[in-house]
């Protein structure tokens, strides 16, 4: 997986659909989700580790966009 786009996908393959409209929350949930299909042993280890970096990849960028603004949750 390169893009989070690629992990919605993969997620999808597992009846995943997230879009609540924060992107924040979108992504929480997505790594939520990730971790729930590998503690119940659907997804191996590379493709967790792969998707679980890039969701908190763009967690991390929308935070520190998030603080650069100043806004406050």
Do not use: W
């Not at 493709?47 to 949750?73: C, M, P, T, W």
């Amino acid at each position: 997986m390169k893009t989070l786009y690629d992990v919605q996908q993969f997620l999808k393959k597992y009846g995943t659909i997230i879009y609540i409209g924060d992107r924040i929350a979108d992504l929480g949930l997505m790594e939520e989700e990730l971790k729930e299909l590998f503690r119940a042993q659907l997804i191996d280890t590379k493709e967790y580790q792969s998707a679980i970096g890039l969701v908190r990849s763009h967690l991390a960028k929308e935070l520190d966009l998030k603080e650069s603004r100043g806004e406050n949750e």
